[in-house]
């Protein structure tokens, strides 16, 4: 018997550059010029290697390219809690807006950890990324962190929240105002005992919502009652928590900054057999498209998520690009949806106004109005 011939295997080679100068009978500096868009080159050249390159399928070396332009097209990005539903939406405006400029992401979780959140950014920073969007970790950035930063010259930005001591660009939104015009909403509604669900004090929204909410206190001549005022962490548990210690204590109203909270809130209420609106008006803070599978549906301070991550992602292209300037700080505009939870329809024959005096035009279904700085729709 024969033996068994083997059979070989052929593999494809890769093309490279040195193969698309031969195809398109070039220089590989006219091949390089090409695929960096140089305007160096002649239209009849740049169709030549165009031809070529889609002919042998030539996919350039990209590690090989950043090393050489000391650019690698990607960013990172750094949240605290990509569970949180806030997040997501946060994170796809940056990738939307990154992605149309030609970079890609890579994304962290930081758990809210300090050491975490240094860990992944000597990660990103290793991996050469060209910028980096960060939702701080409680405190402030420490000595180490920024020394990196500082050695290798890569911007960031800031995403809602600041950072104590630290001068550079921010996107955020309004959250003093977004929590003053939840409070006034309530206190129009004719609440006099109004609590409060806050979000964490080490970092600057849970002290800006705070800010807002004893703005609006003061603003509608009611007191605030300590006893009244829980500090959450913007977790469910916590919002349970919170439920469980202030609704003994009979508030009107409650305010709760942010949406996982709010679900903790009402099942502590659920388990004691208290009903919202008709025991307790509520408005949360931040809305979603299953808000409406909520019985009673929430009134809320939607904040506009997506465009945080793009605006974010949009400063840290221009710091990319351009590193110098003064810190570029934008701050979002939120806006009330009125639904059944802060207790409307038990007095809609009452008119309900803004912060500002004028009259909110409420009906049976979801009303929106757009927040300015003063207040007004």
Request: hydrophobic share 35%; with cysteine; glycine share 6%.
């Amino acid at each position: 018997m024969h033996p068994k011939k083997r059979r070989r295997r052929s593999f494809k080679k890769t093309a490279n550059i040195y193969d698309v100068a031969r195809k398109a009978r070039v220089s590989v500096f006219t091949v390089s010029a090409v695929i960096n868009n140089s305007d160096q080159v002649s239209s009849t050249l740049r169709r030549r290697v165009e031809s070529a390159v889609r002919e042998l399928n030539y996919r350039p070396n990209l590690v090989a390219r950043s090393l050489a332009k000391r650019q690698s097209h990607t960013i990172g990005i750094i949240v605290p809690d990509i569970a949180n539903p806030f997040f997501p939406l946060v994170v796809r405006g940056a990738e939307d807006t990154a992605q149309k400029s030609g970079y890609s992401t890579l994304l962290c979780n930081s758990d809210n950890r300090q050491d975490k959140e240094e860990q992944y950014l000597e990660l990103l920073l290793s991996k050469r990324v060209d910028g980096i969007l960060i939702t701080k970790a409680p405190g402030p950035f420490t000595t180490r962190q920024l020394q990196m930063l500082s050695d290798t010259e890569v911007p960031f930005v800031l995403m809602m929240r600041t950072c104590p001591g630290l001068k550079t660009d921010v996107v955020l939104t309004d959250d003093v105002q977004g929590a003053f015009e939840a409070v006034c909403h309530l206190a129009r509604m004719g609440n006099h005992k109004i609590a409060l669900v806050g979000g964490p004090l080490n970092v600057s929204n849970g002290r800006a919502r705070l800010q807002g909410f004893r703005k609006a206190l003061k603003s509608s001549g009611l007191p605030m009652l300590p006893d009244l005022v829980v500090e959450g962490d913007y977790h469910f548990d916590s919002g349970y928590r919170a439920g469980l210690t202030l609704l003994p204590r009979r508030p009107d109203a409650v305010y709760v900054a942010n949406y996982p909270m709010t679900a903790g809130f009402l099942k502590a209420a659920n388990e004691m057999g208290m009903r919202c609106p008709e025991h307790f008006a509520l408005v949360s803070f931040d809305d979603y498209p299953l808000m409406d599978g909520f019985h009673p549906r929430l009134t809320t301070i939607d904040l506009p998520k997506y465009e945080v991550g793009a605006e974010a992602a949009e400063v840290l292209l221009k710091r990319i690009e351009h590193k110098s300037g003064p810190p570029i700080i934008r701050k979002l505009i939120p806006r009330m949806i009125v639904r059944e939870s802060c207790g409307f329809t038990l007095r809609m024959r009452r008119p309900v106004e803004s912060a500002s005096g004028e009259p909110l035009q409420i009906s049976e279904h979801t009303s929106e109005v757009q927040l300015t700085r003063e207040g007004t729709p």
